[in-house]
């Protein structure tokens, strides 16, 4: 992962090198974000019935059914600002955010206040899972490799939920995601049968130990 405020690429930090193409690049629906990750849904009606509640428990006391009603309107005020703030939160993310799906690795530029890129090469992805929605949108998440450890309370809310000790980076509230799923698998299968690379020996090798007239690195052809 690593900070930037420049972008060659729209979501990318730098100029793709030869031979990659970008597949995908999406980022997440503010409405489902809002309604899927962030559940504003479900806190309205919480909200809502909290205010029913003590309502009916106020009338109970033999209080005015005007005034009941008044008085379980106590929480509407602090139920709208903490709604609106959510909302805000889900629109800041959709603006910020992007996913980039490449025939070699998945990007992904998260962050409001600052940028940050997480770089996921398809050989430190183990398994992928898909969660699909009723209005087909939904979320792709990764699990990486063992020895790659990402803290939770950085990705959020980019990561499978409650995978608090091995978090998932995740790409959240996609619009078509069995798309984006089927896009991501083809790219991890064609990545996974490519040929290992040939390793060729540095220029005046010699396998019996003898002197070397130029020193250089492994070469990947």
Do not use: C
Request: aromatic share 6%; charged share 15%.
């Amino acid at each position: 992962m690593r900070e930037h405020e420049y972008e060659p690429i729209r979501g990318l930090p730098e100029v793709l090198p030869p031979g990659e193409a970008i597949l995908w690049q999406g980022a997440p629906d503010r409405e489902v974000m809002a309604r899927r990750a962030l559940h504003i849904r479900t806190l309205g009606i919480y909200f809502a019935l909290l205010s029913v509640t003590r309502g009916v428990a106020t009338a109970m006391d033999g209080v005015p059914a005007a005034s009941a009603a008044i008085d379980a309107l106590w929480l509407a005020a602090p139920a709208a600002v903490t709604i609106a703030i959510l909302y805000l939160f889900a629109v800041l993310w959709a603006r910020t955010t992007v996913y980039t799906v490449t025939n070699r690795r998945l990007v992904m530029r998260i962050g409001v206040a600052l940028s940050m890129t997480l770089n996921i090469p398809f050989n430190r992805i183990e398994a992928a899972a898909v969660k699909v929605n009723p209005d087909g949108s939904g979320d792709l998440s990764l699990r990486l490799a063992a020895d790659n450890n990402i803290a939770y309370a950085l990705l959020w809310p980019h990561a499978r939920p409650w995978h608090l000790s091995k978090a998932e980076p995740t790409l959240r509230a996609i619009l078509n995601v069995e798309h984006v799923a089927q896009t991501l698998a083809r790219a991890l299968a064609a990545s996974a049968a490519m040929p290992a690379p040939a390793m060729v020996p540095p220029r005046g090798y010699s396998p019996t130990g003898g002197s070397v007239s130029q020193t250089s690195a492994a070469v990947a052809v």
